[in-house]
């Protein structure tokens, strides 16, 4: 018999817990001694996570399906804590100038695929997070090669798992994709990269 978890279970895909990052703090910095490179990154992902937040009002507001309200609304939380993390980090006045715009694109790249179906949205979420996944990645190896603080690249790797985790949750949810589910999340996908790419520079 198959025991699919419920909502409660701590392990459901539902809930996006435990989340490593809601146990590691933001690492005091100094913004100013920063290179360059890094600082781009980290506004990158700043954005990032902000769009992460916007992508699951998105969802709420698209669907009445019970199990992606629930998805959409514990996600959303660690979202949210990634958001603060970066906000930490990130001094107010350095943040990229298209967070609003980047982010409105972030409720459209969750309400488009909810609106489809609850499948097609876990599809478009597994397959960004995924790519979100590589980005934090590529984060930690610049972060440790400019000897960056030992907690930030901790923070980093904490994002990394926590991205990697949400990859999972989606994909147990998303069954198998079909051709609208896949074009929507090679959409998403490219959109990411086009957003990050833009936020690193502007
Ligand atoms: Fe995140
Ligand atoms: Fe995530």
Redesign the pocket.
């Given at each position: 018999m198959d025991h699919a978890p419920g909502p409660h279970s701590p392990h459901s895909p539902l809930v996006g817990a435990p989340s490593e990052?809601a146990r590691t703090p933001a690492p005091p910095i100094d913004w100013t001694a920063l290179p360059p490179a890094l600082k781009r990154e980290l506004r990158a992902s700043h954005v990032?996570?902000a769009v992460?937040v916007r992508l699951y009002d998105g969802v709420a507001d698209a669907t009445g399906d019970a199990a992606a309200r629930l998805f959409a609304r514990k996600h959303r939380e660690?979202?949210l804590t990634?958001?603060s993390r970066l906000r930490a980090l990130v001094p107010e006045g350095e943040e990229s100038r298209l967070v609003g715009l980047l982010s409105a694109g972030g409720w459209l790249m969750g309400w488009l695929p909810a609106k489809l179906g609850p499948h097609r949205f876990y599809t478009v979420l597994a397959s960004v997070e995924q790519w979100?996944d590589t980005h934090y990645a590529r984060q930690i190896d610049i972060a440790r090669r400019h000897g960056a603080p030992d907690g930030l690249v901790r923070l980093l790797q904490a994002?990394r798992n926590?991205?990697a985790h949400?990859a999972e949750d989606g994909w147990a949810l998303a069954g198998r994709p079909d051709a609208l589910a896949r074009a929507l999340a090679w959409v998403a996908v490219s959109s990411s990269r086009l957003g990050v790419a833009l936020a690193r520079r502007v």
């Open positions: 990052v990032g996570e992460a660690v979202e990634h958001l979100v994002c926590d991205e949400h």
